[in-house]
């Protein structure tokens, strides 16, 4: 039973920064690739970014290349989403999960969904 805790979310300009936070127990949290989703107002959910279960390699959907970053904690069961350069349709609520698989660079997620974070950009 994985429980996933995320924050960080909140209102920021176009352009601003947002850092995400997603703390994860229940599970060897280092032994998993980890992946951040989001889902905007009328829309299904998407993939974000992926982080191998060391940090060593990381995917990126092609909206968010070259201003997200993901990256890991394994001493703190913690994985973050810094974004950078935020756009209006970066608004959504952005959620964590471990990845049962990468296929394509896409995690494929394993457990329930936390609550999210929202994330609200305005122009």
């Known amino acids: 039973q994985v429980q996933l805790v995320e924050s960080g979310g909140g209102l920021v300009q176009a352009g601003g920064s947002l850092r995400l936070s997603c703390v994860v127990s229940?599970?060897?949290?280092?032994?998993?690739?980890m992946g951040w989703f989001r889902q905007a107002p009328g829309k299904e959910r998407e993939f974000v970014a992926t982080?191998?279960?060391?940090?060593?390699?990381?995917y990126y959907t092609d909206s968010v290349k070259g201003r997200f970053t993901i990256s890991r904690d394994n001493a703190k069961n913690t994985v973050y989403l810094q974004m950078n350069s935020l756009k209006p349709e970066d608004t959504a609520v952005y959620y964590c999960?471990?990845?049962?698989?990468?296929?394509?660079?896409?995690?494929?997620?394993?457990?329930?969904w936390g609550q999210g974070t929202q994330v609200t950009v305005s122009s």
């Open positions: 229940g599970h060897t949290f280092s032994r998993y690739h």
């Open positions: 999960n471990a990845c049962g698989a990468i296929v394509q660079g896409d995690c494929i997620p394993r457990s329930s």
């Open positions: 982080i191998t279960w060391n940090g060593g390699t990381t």
